[in-house]
């Protein structure tokens, strides 16, 4: 079906409420001031190994830090600081999320997109990428493979911004996406939270997906640069406005979904100024809301079909940059998890678990209907960006296994009420990460018996064992129901939590 030009036109022009911007906002300016992030980075200048050792200290104790201490860090480039610093946001990531790496898939449901983005593939000029939207047939279809072959308990869904799938399109997804019911091997598998990757929308609208059981809801900003910005994004487009965005996840805080993640695409400006951003972004939300991002992302300027932006990037990140990155936001929004994708490669991916990363991808495929279409090539015509890292699910199981982290499905925090402000108080008094710990175990049973290739059951066998041996002694009292609990799904009971 071909939405006219003209209805596509009416549409956009209703997108944009300028009262959902004014009303969160103090005078003409917003709450990244370009100068300001700019003089705090140069003030910094090099820094004093006294006043980095004492905010570390401050991270430690799961305390945000603020843009001048964030700045500080930016400019560490002295060898044995840098190492306190990761040594630091390991144990700040263990503190609060013990040693569990959540994993998900991302869906792509529809590549239709009304914007221009100079380094997407989906944008609106690129007539060589093949458009689809997915039927309900079809997203059954995806997620009984994601859910009944892989065994993914988690989504991101992700949409192009288009009347085709508009608000009402999402909402029906996300229906029948939770709708799906698989038998495996020893149980059944099911997909429990469904995060959205959307476009900004209106509050009456996020309200609406609110009810329909959204997980966490993502808006990146792309870049917070606000000249960069407009030069990326074309001011004829609704993306092109930048304040709609960013005072996106005020609107959803306003419409009652308190689980909200923020990004980047670092690349498109000074890395150094998107961490500040991303500072800024986060102390925003805390200050108006009391609750900060659930997640941040990071992921980096690739490839793209018929984009060119990639090859000419002034401010492309290199490796070692990204890694400070990463390592510079655990320490400066400590409670957040801490999102990398396939995007990077299986090298980058497994070192930035040590530095503080708790979720990650596999098995992902990214062009619409990818899943289905069974095919172990990328798509080029349609794919929104290349990616890095085509492992299976099993594959980086095993992988984080053998490292000693134990792969966590657990969705039981959402379902008990547990989120926004709730789990950040509980994730800065370092018991999130503990009482989860048990749920980490159940579900990971779960999936070993269920999914895992042999290889991959030997050595989560090994892990569960040394988890389950640090709960009798830490957790003696609550061991006993977490026990039975255990022997139940080990006899083929699904879906049991703490």
């Known amino acids: 079906m071909t939405v006219p030009s003209g209805q596509i036109d009416n549409w956009i022009k209703r997108r944009i409420r300028d009262e959902e911007i004014t009303k969160y906002r103090k005078g003409d300016t917003d709450f990244i001031p370009d100068d300001e992030i700019a003089e705090k980075i140069q003030a910094a200048g090099r820094p004093d190994p006294k006043h980095v050792q004492d905010i570390l200290a401050k991270s430690l104790e799961i305390k945000n830090l603020t843009p001048d201490e964030t700045a500080v860090l930016l400019n560490v480039n002295d060898p044995r600081l840098l190492e306190e610093m990761k040594a630091a946001a390991l144990k700040i990531k263990k503190k609060v999320y013990d040693n569990r790496i959540v994993t998900f898939a991302p869906l792509y449901l529809g590549n239709y997109c009304v914007n221009n983005c100079l380094y997407c593939g989906f944008k609106r000029d690129n007539v060589t990428a093949q458009r689809r939207v997915l039927t309900p047939e079809e997203i059954r279809g995806e997620t009984e493979i994601l859910a009944g072959q892989i065994g993914h308990k988690r989504l991101i869904v992700v949409y192009g911004e288009h009347p085709r799938n508009d608000i009402d399109y999402i909402m029906s997804s996300i229906k029948t996406i939770y709708d799906v019911k698989v038998k495996t091997k020893n149980g059944y598998g099911n997909i429990r939270r469904v995060n959205v990757n959307a476009p900004p929308f209106a509050v009456e609208d996020l309200r609406s997906l609110h009810e329909v059981g959204l997980g966490t809801y993502q808006v990146f900003q792309e870049t917070y640069h606000h000249p960069t910005y407009a030069a990326v994004h074309p001011h004829d487009t609704i993306k092109g406005h930048y304040r709609w965005r960013l005072y996106c996840m ?45 997640t941040v992302s990071f992921p980096r300027l690739e490839p793209a079909l018929n984009t060119r932006l990639e090859r000419h990037a002034r401010y492309k990140v290199s490796d070692e940059d990204f890694m400070k990155i990463i390592l510079v936001v655990r320490l400066a929004i400590p409670y957040t998890g801490m999102i990398l994708t396939a995007r990077e490669n299986a090298g980058i991916r497994k070192a ?61 925090g959402y379902r008990c009420g547990r989120t926004g402000k709730c789990i950040m108080d509980l994730l800065r008094e370092g018991s999130e990460g ?32 040394k988890e389950i041996q640090e ?28």
């Open 250 to 294: 005020h609107r959803a805080m306003e419409a009652g979904i308190d689980d909200v993640g923020i990004g980047v695409l670092f690349g498109l400006y000074d890395w150094r100024f998107e961490v500040m951003g991303l500072v800024y972004h986060a102390r925003e939300l805390e200050d108006k809301f009391g609750v900060g991002p659930h």
């Open 352 to 412: 930035a678990i040590e530095l503080g990363v708790t979720q990650t991808d596999a098995s992902t495929k990214i062009g619409v209907g990818g899943y289905s279409r069974g095919s172990e090539l990328q798509e080029e015509e349609r794919q929104q960006f290349i990616l890095g890292d085509t492992r299976s699910l099993d594959e980086v199981i095993r992988e984080l296994a053998q490292m000693g982290y134990i792969t966590s499905f657990c969705t039981a």
């Open 434 to 465: 503990k009482f989860c710990k048990l749920n980490a175990i159940l579900t990971f049973r779960e999936w070993l018996d269920d999914f895992a290739s042999e290889p991959t059951r030997l050595i989560g066998e090994q892990v569960i064992a």
């Open 471 to 498: 709960v009798r002694e830490k957790m003696p009292r609550i061991f006993p129901k977490f026990s039975e609990n255990y022997e139940k799904i080990k006899h083929g009971a699904r879906d049991i939590y703490m």
